[in-house]
């Protein structure tokens, strides 16, 4: 009786175990998406999907920057910023972004990227843009800019003014850095 109890038990705890190593999350593979048992959106225990909106205060973060050290968003206040979310695929449009707005807007990248890639890729070039590491895509979902159906962050970008307020955000595919660009330069000088 006690062999068939102990077998039972190590037969539970292996299931257990199983169950539980395929619901872990991987470094470079999608983040675990998981159903609403209501049929509702999809959710995600580790991501929370936001929807900001013109006016809204801009959510702050603390992300680690290509080169070393951190940057978070609420020291930059006092100054005009632009949160550029972008696969890595995206880095030229994006540092053709940063060339392209005025010199006094500091323009972030978030990429669902590894630091050590960017900084490689950073080094190889003199980009204006500042590349953060959001390999995990939290802050992409905190922004709105998650597609969890592709578990993939959406382009976009948002426009934060020196008070540390969205002046205006576009989560869409198909951006164009020239677009984003000319409304960088209206939000900013008005012209």
Request: with cysteine.
């Amino acid at each position: 009786m006690k062999s068939l109890a102990l077998a039972l038990a190590l037969l539970l705890a292996a299931a257990l175990a199983a169950a539980q190593s395929t619901d872990r999350y991987r470094p470079n593979q999608p983040p675990p998406v998981k159903r609403d048992p209501s049929g509702g959106l999809p959710s995600s225990p580790r991501l929370t999907l936001g929807s900001i909106e013109k006016g809204d205060r801009a959510p702050d973060f603390d992300l680690p920057l290509a080169g070393g050290g951190k940057v978070r968003l609420s020291t930059l206040r006092g100054q005009w910023v632009v949160v550029c979310f972008c696969p890595r695929r995206g880095l030229e449009a994006l540092d053709s972004l940063a060339r392209e707005v005025p010199e006094r807007v500091l323009v972030l990248g978030v990429v669902p990227e590894k630091v050590g890639v960017l900084s490689a890729w950073a080094a190889q070039r003199e980009t204006k843009a500042l590349l953060l590491d959001d390999m995990r895509g939290d802050i992409s979902a905190l922004y709105g800019a998650y597609d969890l159906t592709r578990n993939l962050p959406r382009p976009g970008y948002a426009i934060v003014d020196p008070r540390g307020v969205v002046n205006r955000i576009e989560i869409r595919d198909g951006l164009v850095p020239g677009d984003a660009a000319r409304a960088v330069q209206y939000a900013v000088t008005g012209l």
